[in-house]
C-alpha cells in the first residue's frame, strides 16, 4: 500500500526519537561544560563557607575541624590556603602551598595581569575567578578573599578535568546516539509492522459489513485500542444484525403512543362531562328557582327566602368548584409559585379548626387536637391550609356513626407529620389509589348529600407534588386516615 500506515508510523517515530537524540546532544555540546563550572563554583563556594565558619569560631586547631575540611578538599579535588596578618601560612591542605601563597600574594598586592584570569563572581569578601597558571598552562576555578576574621584566604580547583570529562561525555553521547537510532529503527519498523496488522484484519471486517456479512467476527489476543475497536466493531454487527427486528419494536411502540393519544383524548373528553355534569345540577336548579320567582309561583316572603337560598347555595357551589378547577389547573400546570416561609402549623390547624367549629357542633362531631406547644415548620403556609381543609372537610362529610375526628401530630424536627383520622366506613382497596383522581367519587350518592365535587384530594395531591413532599391515606378497622408530611424547623 503506497499510504501505508506502518511506513507513516515508522518514519514518525523514527523522526521523532532521532530529533530528540540529536537536541540532547546539541544541548549536552553546548551547555554540559557550563553546568559543570556552575556547579563546581557552588562546590568551592560551600567549602568557603565552612572553611570561613570554622576559623570565625576559632577551631582552626581542632581536629573535627581539620578532618571534615580535608575531606571536603579530597572530595572535591579543593586547595586551601589561609594566611594569618603577618604573612605567614595560617592553614593549608597542601604540603606545596607555595603557589597558592604567590598566588595570594599576587592578589593582594595587585600583581597579575588582569587578562589571565576571569571574574565569575564578586562578593563583598571574595571573588570567584577563572585563571590560568602560568607554569603549567592549566585553568583553574579560584576563590580568593579576605575570611571574617580579616585573614586572606585562597581556595584553587582545577578545571582542565570537567572540560575534557564534557568532551568525551559528548563522544560518548554521540556514538550512542547513532547506535540507538539504528537499533530503535530496527524494532520500531517490527512494531509498527505488529501494530498495522490487527488494523488490515479490521479494515477486512469493516468492508465485509458493508456488505452485509454480519457473521465477520473480529479475534484477537489484543487488549488495548485496537482490541477494544475491534469488540465494538463486533458489537456493531451484532446490532446491525437485529436492525430488522427493532424496527418492528419501534412500530410496536408507535402503535402503542398512538393508543395512548387516544387515552389521553378520552381522558379529556371524560373530564370535560364530569365539569359538564358537575355544573349541570346548579346550573338548574337556579334556573328552575329563578323563574319560579320571576313567576311568582310563591307569594309569602318564607318561599321567596327558601328559593333565594336555594339559588344561592347553588351558585355558592358553582363557585366553589370553578375556584377548586382553577386552582387545580394552577397547580397542575407549574405556573402557581411555591413561596416557602417558617410559621407555626398548630396555630394554623388551629384556625382552620376554628373556621368549621359550627359544623362541627351541627353534626355532633367530637373533635381531638390535644397538641398546644407551637411546632414550627417550612413550607408554603397558604397551600398547607389548603391541605388541612380539605381533610376537615373530607373528614367532616364521612364521619360516620362515631363522629369522631383526631388531629395529630408527630415528629417536630427533620419533618412533621400531620394526620387527620375520623371514624366511618374504610374506603375499599380498590379505591385507595383513585381518590386522588379529580372528580373520582367513592360513593357518588353520599357525595351528593353534601355537595362534593371530587376534587378537594386532587388538590391535595397537587399540592403536596408542588412542594414535593410526601402525602398519603390509611385504612382502620373503624376508619380512615389522611397524612401529609412538611419540613421541621427548630423553634
Request: aromatic share 8%; charged share 25%.
Amino acid at each position: 500500500m503506497k499510504h501505508s500506515i506502518k511506513r507513516q508510523m515508522a518514519a514518525c517515530f523514527i523522526g521523532v526519537m532521532a530529533a530528540t537524540l540529536i537536541c540532547c546532544w546539541l544541548a549536552n555540546h553546548f551547555f554540559l561544560e557550563e553546568y559543570y563550572l556552575k556547579n563546581k563554583k557552588n562546590v568551592i563556594i560551600s567549602a568557603y563557607n565552612v572553611l570561613n565558619s570554622g576559623m570565625s569560631q576559632g577551631r582552626a586547631e581542632e581536629e573535627e575541624f581539620t578532618t571534615e575540611l580535608t575531606l571536603i578538599c579530597a572530595t572535591d579535588n579543593i586547595s586551601i590556603f589561609v594566611m594569618d596578618t603577618s604573612g605567614n601560612p595560617r592553614l593549608y591542605t597542601e604540603s606545596t602551598y607555595k603557589t597558592l601563597q604567590r598566588k595570594l600574594y599576587g592578589y593582594i598586592f595587585e600583581l597579575e595581569a588582569k587578562d589571565m584570569s576571569k571574574v565569575v563572581l564578586q562578593a563583598e569578601r571574595y571573588l570567584v575567578r577563572e585563571s590560568k597558571d602560568l607554569l603549567t598552562q592549566a585553568d583553574y576555578m579560584e576563590l580568593i578573599g579576605t575570611l571574617d576574621t580579616g585573614e586572606p584566604f585562597i581556595m584553587r580547583t582545577p578545571l582542565e578535568s570537567i572540560r575534557e570529562s564534557a568532551q568525551i561525555s559528548n563522544r560518548f553521547f554521540a556514538y550512542c546516539g547513532v547506535v540507538g537510532i539504528l537499533v530503535s529503527s530496527l524494532l520500531i519498523w517490527w512494531l509498527s509492522r505488529r501494530i498495522s496488522q490487527p488494523i488490515m484484519r479490521l479494515a477486512d471486517l469493516s468492508k465485509r459489513m458493508t456488505e452485509l456479512d454480519f457473521n465477520a467476527k473480529f479475534t484477537s489476543p489484543e487488549r488495548n485500542e485496537i482490541g477494544l475497536l475491534g469488540h465494538h466493531m463486533n458489537q456493531l454487527s451484532e446490532t446491525l444484525e437485529h436492525t430488522i427486528s427493532e424496527l418492528k419494536t419501534a412500530n410496536n411502540e408507535l402503535l402503542r403512543d398512538i393508543e395512548q393519544k387516544i387515552q389521553i383524548d378520552e381522558m379529556r373528553k371524560e373530564f370535560l362531562s364530569n365539569v359538564s355534569h358537575e355544573l349541570k345540577t346548579p346550573i338548574a336548579l337556579i334556573q328552575g328557582y329563578a323563574e319560579g320567582l320571576k313567576e311568582c309561583i310563591n307569594d309569602d316572603a318564607e318561599s321567596r327566602d327558601f328559593y333565594c337560598e336555594v339559588i344561592m347555595d347553588e351558585a355558592g357551589k358553582m363557585n366553589t368548584l370553578v375556584k377548586n378547577l382553577l386552582a387545580l389547573n394552577q397547580l397542575e400546570s407549574g405556573n402557581d409559585l411555591t413561596s416557602m416561609e417558617r410559621f407555626d402549623l398548630v396555630d394554623l390547624i388551629r384556625n382552620v379548626l376554628n373556621s368549621v367549629g359550627i359544623l362541627l357542633e351541627q353534626k355532633e362531631i367530637r373533635l381531638i387536637f390535644k397538641e398546644q406547644e407551637p411546632v414550627y415548620v417550612w413550607a408554603d403556609e397558604f397551600k398547607v391550609e389548603q391541605v388541612v381543609t380539605n381533610y376537615i372537610s373530607n373528614a367532616i362529610n364521612h364521619c360516620g356513626d362515631d363522629k369522631i375526628i383526631e388531629v395529630k401530630l408527630a415528629g417536630h424536627e427533620d419533618a412533621v407529620r400531620v394526620s387527620v383520622f375520623n371514624t366511618g366506613e374504610p374506603i375499599p382497596e380498590s379505591d385507595l389509589d383513585k381518590i386522588w383522581v379529580k372528580f373520582y367519587k367513592v360513593d357518588k350518592a353520599r357525595t351528593r348529600e353534601y355537595g362534593g365535587s371530587g376534587i378537594g384530594l386532587s388538590i391535595v395531591k397537587a399540592v403536596m407534588e408542588a412542594m414535593n413532599k410526601d402525602y398519603g391515606v390509611k385504612n382502620y378497622d373503624n376508619g380512615v386516615e389522611f397524612w401529609f408530611e412538611v419540613d421541621g424547623s427548630a423553634n
